[in-house]
């Protein structure tokens, strides 16, 4: 069945195909993959992802030590 996702506090999309959606986050970026994704509303505050989401992976930036 259909699954929807919102995302809040986000800092852009940074990809976008039916298969698979990565956003910007303050940590670092949102990997959100699936079948059917699609993004029915975007604004300054969230993101809705609607579609079948199989997964939902936090890549973290690697800050220099």
Do not use: M, W
């Amino acid at each position: 069945g259909n699954l929807r996702l919102t995302v809040e506090n986000h800092q852009g999309i940074i990809g976008y195909q039916p298969q698979e959606i990565r956003i910007k986050v303050s940590a670092g970026f949102l990997r959100i993959q699936g079948e059917d994704l699609s993004l029915p509303a975007i604004s300054n505050d969230e993101i809705i992802i609607d579609g079948e989401i199989h997964s939902l992976t936090i890549l973290l930036d690697k800050e220099d030590a």
